[in-house]
């Protein structure tokens, strides 16, 4: 439920049990009340001159001076005043007059009013009623001083009440903007935290990647070939490595440019990311080398995926062949992933070696170099 579909009341969960207590609490009866509400005539009778009286001693501070403002929220102060003198002398404090005491502990917070400002208030306040008690009641009773010190009593105790009603919703209005501040900070640090987290992954991912041609690089190759031998090994799967470069790859830049060479390395990695399944890591090794871990793939199925490689580069770059290497490890017998990186590069090397083929896989099986 929101705070506006709940009034001060409900919010605070005082209720007529809960304020019957806490005039307990501070002894307030209704002889009090009744010893209140004799004096209402004579206070209403010079409520101008109380009210007067007490914004005189008020505004000479500076400070408070500036947080009245104005000639016309002077004058607005002044009648809410009145009103609160008036219902002081009343008799009768029961919900409603509890309602308006908590609601000036809100306004007070929301104006700003620092509670020395409201303490100080009430102390005058109480002094100048007090004086007129004094001088009214010790005239009518001036054989019998009880009267007169009982009613001052009741005074400062209903004070008391209603500074504790005021100081309830004030201090409860900080806690509620503490919190709000509080959540509001959390939720700004958890925000900030999944940002600072992804662009963590993000600069990661960056570190691991080839700048030129989006593929993994070195570093995070060796992570992954690691990693997919020993999940073959768990799973007792075979694991196939292709390793390719481009041939006469320097001769094409000295004679094309480095550019030309950049665009050719390009369109590899382009063709790789676009035929390579999900769980396979194309990689570029370095310079004009590339890897391609095939998970859960034997040799014969890397045989079809390099084929299919060709296929495509040479539709880009047909007077430009590749040597292959492949090399499979499992399910039986797994290899380290030292061994299997050699076997797959010295199978591209006898690749280079046969006049007319592209592809050697290890055991050595060739595949023609399409016409």
Same mark, same amino acid.
Request: a negative charge.
């Given at each position: 439920?929101?705070m506006?579909d709940?009034?001060?009341?409900?919010?605070?969960? &005082?209720?007529?049990?809960?304020?019957?207590?806490?005039k307990q609490?501070i002894?307030?009866?209704?002889?009090d009340?009744? &010893?209140l509400?004799?004096?209402?005539?004579?206070?209403?009778?010079?409520i101008?001159?109380?009210?007067?009286t007490?914004f005189?001693?008020?505004?000479?501070?500076?400070?408070?001076?500036?947080?009245?403002?104005?000639?016309?929220?002077?004058?607005?102060l002044?009648e809410?005043?009145?009103s609160?003198?008036?219902?002081?002398?009343?008799g009768? /404090?029961?919900?409603?007059y509890?309602?308006?005491r908590?609601?000036?502990?809100?306004?007070?917070?929301?104006?700003?009013?620092?509670?020395?400002y409201y303490?100080?208030?009430?102390k005058?306040?109480?002094d100048?009623?007090?004086?007129?008690?004094?001088?009214?009641?010790?005239e009518?009773?001036?054989?019998?001083?009880?009267?007169?010190?009982?009613?001052?009593?009741?005074?400062?105790?209903l &004070?008391?009440?209603?500074?504790?009603?005021?100081?309830?919703?004030?201090?409860?209005?900080?806690v509620?903007?503490?919190?709000?501040?509080?959540?509001?900070?959390e939720? /700004?640090a958890?925000?900030?935290?999944?940002?600072v987290?992804?662009?963590?992954?993000? &600069?990661?991912?960056?570190?691991?990647?080839?700048?030129?041609?989006?593929? /993994?690089?070195h570093r995070?190759?060796?992570e992954f070939?690691?990693r997919?031998?020993?999940?073959?090994?768990?799973?007792?799967?075979?694991?196939?490595?292709?390793?390719?470069?481009?041939?006469?790859?320097?001769?094409?830049?000295?004679?094309?440019?480095?550019q030309a060479?950049?665009?050719?390395?390009k369109?590899?990695?382009?063709?790789?990311?676009?035929?390579?399944r999900?769980?396979d890591?194309?990689?570029?090794?370095?310079?004009?080398?590339f890897?391609?871990?095939?998970?859960?793939?034997?040799?014969?199925?890397?045989?079809?995926?390099?084929?299919?490689?060709?296929?495509?580069?040479s539709?880009q770059?047909s007077?430009?062949?590749?040597s292959?290497?492949?090399?499979?490890?499992?399910?039986?017998?797994?290899?380290?992933?030292?061994?299997?990186?050699?076997?797959a590069?010295?199978?591209m /090397?006898?690749a280079?070696?046969?006049?007319?083929?592209?592809?050697?896989?290890?055991?050595?099986i060739?595949?023609?170099?399409p016409?």
């Amino acid at each position: 439920m929101k705070m506006t579909d709940q009034t001060l009341l409900e919010q605070m969960k &005082l209720h007529e049990v809960e304020i019957l207590h806490r005039k307990q609490l501070i002894n307030f009866s209704q002889r009090d009340a009744d &010893l209140l509400l004799n004096c209402r005539s004579f206070i209403q009778n010079r409520i101008d001159e109380l009210v007067e009286t007490f914004f005189e001693k008020q505004t000479t501070f500076e400070e408070i001076a500036l947080i009245i403002g104005d000639a016309d929220s002077l004058k607005r102060l002044k009648e809410a005043l009145k009103s609160y003198i008036i219902r002081l002398f009343d008799g009768y /404090y029961d919900l409603d007059y509890v309602n308006n005491r908590l609601r000036i502990g809100l306004v007070h917070k929301r104006i700003g009013v620092e509670p020395k400002y409201y303490l100080s208030a009430i102390k005058v306040l109480k002094d100048i009623l007090v004086n007129t008690i004094n001088q009214e009641i010790g005239e009518q009773f001036a054989t019998d001083p009880t009267v007169k010190n009982s009613t001052i009593d009741a005074l400062d105790k209903l &004070l008391c009440f209603d500074t504790e009603l005021v100081f309830d919703t004030y201090i409860r209005s900080l806690v509620s903007a503490i919190e709000l501040a509080r959540d509001k900070a959390e939720h /700004y640090a958890f925000g900030l935290e999944k940002k600072v987290a992804q662009r963590t992954l993000e &600069l990661q991912e960056l570190s691991r990647k080839d700048g030129l041609t989006d593929l /993994y690089n070195h570093r995070a190759f060796i992570e992954f070939i690691k990693r997919d031998i020993s999940f073959a090994k768990r799973n007792k799967v075979p694991l196939s490595l292709i390793y390719f470069d481009i041939d006469n790859f320097k001769t094409i830049n000295d004679t094309c440019g480095h550019q030309a060479g950049d665009e050719i390395l390009k369109a590899i990695g382009k063709i790789l990311k676009e035929i390579a399944r999900d769980v396979d890591v194309p990689c570029r090794y370095g310079g004009d080398e590339f890897c391609l871990i095939l998970s859960g793939s034997t040799s014969a199925e890397a045989k079809k995926f390099s084929q299919c490689l060709i296929e495509q580069f040479s539709e880009q770059y047909s007077k430009i062949t590749l040597s292959i290497g492949i090399a499979q490890t499992g399910p039986e017998q797994f290899d380290d992933h030292r061994i299997l990186i050699k076997r797959a590069d010295q199978s591209m /090397y006898e690749a280079k070696k046969i006049v007319g083929f592209q592809m050697v896989t290890s055991p050595e099986i060739e595949i023609e170099k399409p016409a």
